[in-house]
């Protein structure tokens, strides 16, 4: 089962940086993707970025694009979000979350090159870390 463990969230100034790091476990080949998404209260789940799990592929959010950055560990199985020129409305609960691909009735995998959602099913989430950007 995979397990996901986020850390570095805090308190930044506009224009700040701050990077994030989730800590996996159970990340095997049954996962295609590992991504970051954020939330804010009373609105949806947004994707921030994601990538592929053999880091083929990377994709962002067009309100980060620039900005933040994906990388992953592979060895440690580490994922990371570096976060520069923060802004205010970055202030969100940030989570970590696995995907995978998304099945046909027979159990082939409905083939995708990328890592968004809905391509790519994220049922495993970690706990979230809180980032507050404020002056």
Not at 51 to 59: A, K, T
Not at 96 to 104: E, F, I, Q, S
Request: charged share 20%; net charge positive.
């Amino acid at each position: 089962q995979l397990q996901l463990v986020e850390s570095g969230g805090g308190v930044a100034q506009p224009g700040g940086s701050l990077r994030l790091t989730c800590v996996t476990s159970g990340f095997t080949s049954d996962y295609h993707a590992i991504g970051w998404f954020r939330q804010v209260p009373g609105k949806e789940r947004e994707l921030v970025s994601c990538m592929r799990s053999g880091g083929e592929i990377s994709q962002y959010g067009s309100s980060v694009k620039g900005r933040f950055t994906i990388s992953m560990d592979h060895a440690q199985k580490t994922l990371y979000l570096q976060m520069n020129d923060l802004r205010p409305e970055d202030t969100a609960k940030y989570y970590c979350a696995g995907g995978k691909l998304r099945k046909l009735p027979s159990g082939s995998f409905i083939y995708s090159m990328g890592c968004r959602p809905p391509e790519l099913q994220y049922d495993d989430w970690g706990q979230g870390t809180q980032v507050s950007v404020s002056s």
